[in-house]
């Protein structure tokens, strides 16, 4: 994108500066909805070719790939010299849903108020997909050549939906375009701060596993007004109570031990009880319920679904076994959504040396901390594909301020465009010269 200017007399044409660009990529994204219900992912991949073929990026090296209606994946290269295998940044542009009447404001327009852009995506994740969009087109116009080629893929359905998951698909059908040496996951990661005082920089480099059950008591049943001491219901609620006082064993791996001797040397450094305890041990909780058939029946089933979070190494079959023993014979437990290999990618002391170096140029006393990822991204299949995944996000996010999937999700202006800064200088460290 260009802007025209008339000085002395003749028509002068600039271009944007990179922050003129980023701001007005992730305007243009916000502004798009991705949703799973009523948007159109294909809409948002499609603005970004047409922004990176304007920029001089061969056709040919931009592709969007449509494996369902609107669920189009943006896969784009900045070739290098080949000397190395490429680099893959990976964002996805689905966002979860929003309702008008929940915000404040209109979701899927894009406001700058008090220091912050709001509107659904800023922080999960376009305004990250906006930044590697931005700086790959620096990067052309700068004219880049690093020692490997630049892979950016925005994909679809990350948040979950009807499919498919454009980044499993990408695997399965399409590994030729998005194969690399490893990539930079900007969905997971990055800098930490509370009440606007950056604390750490992190870099994700395992992920827990996820896999449900489901709990079942079953009843003779009967009429309501002939109660008796067994109850399909009263059955699964006590089995639920002792799956609650359940508790995984401390384990910790080469991840997670560098994330707690580090944060451990960092003065006053933020207290997450519930998020270190998730870090330490496989976690299982319940998370949907149902039972009974009628107000004036004994319950002839009662379900529960509980979902746990394992951590890499751990299997499907230790999980069921605990679970089972918590839930006592008198309850079935089953498998409701299977667990996937989950390794972890502990990143080279290279790698590691080469982030520390750049979050050190802009933030010279700033530790940089290993961390594993407790919930789930898109890195989960590339890791299990065989592709090393670290969750490198360039903005900071405020740990009392966490809105993405929430009303009003925000993220501060300034994060943002030191974000822009942060992930030029990183994606140059990393690709190479």
Same mark, same amino acid.
């Given at each position: 994108?260009?802007?025209?200017?008339?000085?002395?007399?003749?028509?002068?044409?600039?271009?944007?500066?990179?922050?003129?660009?980023?701001?007005?990529?992730?305007?243009?994204?916000?502004?798009?909805?991705?949703?799973?219900?009523?948007?159109?992912?294909?809409?948002?991949?499609?603005?970004?070719?047409?922004?990176?073929?304007?920029?001089?990026?061969?056709?040919?090296?931009?592709?969007?790939?449509?494996?369902?209606?609107?669920?189009?994946?943006?896969?784009?290269?900045?070739?290098?010299?080949?000397?190395?295998?490429?680099?893959?940044?990976?964002?996805?542009?689905?966002?979860?849903?929003?309702?008008?009447?929940?915000?404040?404001?209109?979701?899927?327009?894009?406001?700058?108020?008090?220091?912050?852009?709001?509107?659904?995506?800023?922080?999960?994740?376009?305004?990250?997909?906006?930044?590697?969009?931005?700086?790959?087109?620096?990067?052309?116009?700068?004219?880049?050549?690093?020692?490997?080629?630049?892979?950016?893929?925005?994909?679809?359905?990350?948040?979950?939906?009807?499919?498919?998951?454009?980044?499993?698909?990408?695997?399965?059908?399409?590994?030729?375009?998005?194969?690399?040496?490893?990539?930079?996951?900007?969905?997971?990661?990055?800098?930490?701060?509370?009440?606007?005082?950056?604390?750490?920089?992190?870099?994700?480099?395992?992920?827990?596993?996820?896999?449900?059950?489901? $709990?079942?008591?079953?009843?003779?049943?009967?009429?309501?007004?002939?109660?008796?001491?067994?109850?399909?219901?009263?059955?699964?609620?006590?089995?639920?109570?002792?799956?609650?006082?359940?508790?995984?064993?401390?384990?910790? #791996?080469?991840?997670?031990?560098?994330?707690?001797?580090?944060?451990?040397?960092?003065?006053?450094?933020?207290?997450?009880?519930?998020?270190?305890?998730?870090?330490?041990?496989?976690?299982?909780?319940?998370?949907?319920?149902?039972?009974?058939?009628?107000? #004036?029946?004994?319950?002839?089933?009662?379900?529960?679904?509980?979902?746990?979070?394992?951590?890499?190494?751990?299997?499907?079959?230790?999980?069921?076994?605990?679970?089972?023993?918590?839930?006592?014979?008198?309850?079935?437990?089953?498998?409701?959504?299977?667990?996937?290999?989950?390794?972890?990618?502990?990143?080279?002391?290279?790698?590691?040396?080469?982030?520390?170096?750049?979050?050190?140029?802009?933030?010279?006393?700033?530790?940089?901390?290993?961390?594993?990822?407790?919930?789930?991204?898109?890195?989960?299949? $590339?890791?299990?594909?065989?592709?090393?995944?670290?969750?490198?996000?360039?903005?900071?996010?405020?740990?009392?301020?966490?809105?993405?999937?929430?009303?009003?999700?925000?993220?501060?202006?300034?994060?943002?465009?030191?974000?822009?800064?942060?992930?030029?200088?990183?994606?140059?460290?990393?690709?190479?010269?």
């Amino acid at each position: 994108m260009t802007v025209s200017l008339l000085l002395a007399g003749r028509l002068v044409t600039a271009q944007e500066s990179p922050g003129e660009l980023a701001r007005a990529v992730l305007k243009e994204l916000v502004e798009i909805n991705t949703t799973d219900s009523s948007g159109d992912n294909t809409a948002a991949a499609e603005a970004v070719a047409r922004r990176l073929r304007a920029a001089g990026i061969a056709a040919e090296d931009v592709s969007v790939v449509v494996p369902a209606p609107k669920k189009g994946n943006l896969v784009a290269r900045l070739r290098g010299t080949g000397r190395a295998r490429p680099l893959l940044l990976l964002a996805h542009l689905d966002v979860v849903e929003a309702r008008r009447s929940d915000w404040t404001m209109e979701p899927f327009n894009l406001t700058e108020r008090d220091g912050y852009f709001y509107g659904r995506g800023t922080q999960d994740i376009k305004g990250d997909a906006a930044l590697l969009v931005a700086n790959l087109i620096r990067l052309k116009r700068e004219g880049f050549r690093p020692e490997r080629d630049i892979i950016l893929a925005l994909t679809a359905d990350e948040e979950g939906g009807r499919g498919p998951n454009g980044a499993e698909w990408l695997l399965r059908n399409r590994r030729e375009l998005i194969d690399a040496e490893f990539c930079v996951n900007t969905d997971a990661g990055g800098g930490q701060a509370q009440d606007g005082r950056r604390v750490l920089y992190s870099v994700q480099a395992a992920e827990k596993g996820y896999v449900s059950f489901v $709990l079942t008591a079953k009843n003779a049943g009967g009429h309501s007004s002939l109660p008796r001491g067994d109850n399909a219901i009263y059955e699964l609620a006590a089995a639920l109570t002792r799956v609650k006082a359940m508790e995984f064993p401390v384990q910790l #791996n080469e991840v997670t031990r560098g994330y707690f001797e580090k944060k451990a040397a960092i003065p006053a450094a933020p207290s997450e009880a519930v998020y270190e305890n998730a870090l330490r041990r496989t976690t299982c909780v319940a998370t949907m319920l149902s039972g009974g058939h009628a107000d #004036n029946a004994l319950p002839q089933t009662a379900e529960a679904t509980v979902n746990c979070r394992a951590l890499p190494g751990a299997t499907q079959v230790e999980v069921e076994q605990r679970l089972q023993a918590a839930a006592g014979p008198g309850v079935d437990v089953r498998v409701k959504i299977p667990l996937r290999p989950n390794p972890a990618s502990p990143p080279p002391a290279e790698l590691m040396a080469r982030v520390e170096k750049v979050v050190r140029s802009m933030w010279p006393d700033l530790p940089v901390v290993p961390v594993m990822e407790t919930g789930g991204t898109d890195g989960k299949p $590339l890791r299990a594909a065989g592709i090393p995944v670290y969750g490198i996000a360039q903005m900071f996010y405020d740990l009392d301020d966490i809105r993405a999937h929430g009303r009003d999700e925000r993220i501060r202006t300034a994060y943002f465009y030191d974000g822009l800064e942060f992930g030029y200088r990183l994606i140059k460290a990393l690709a190479g010269r």
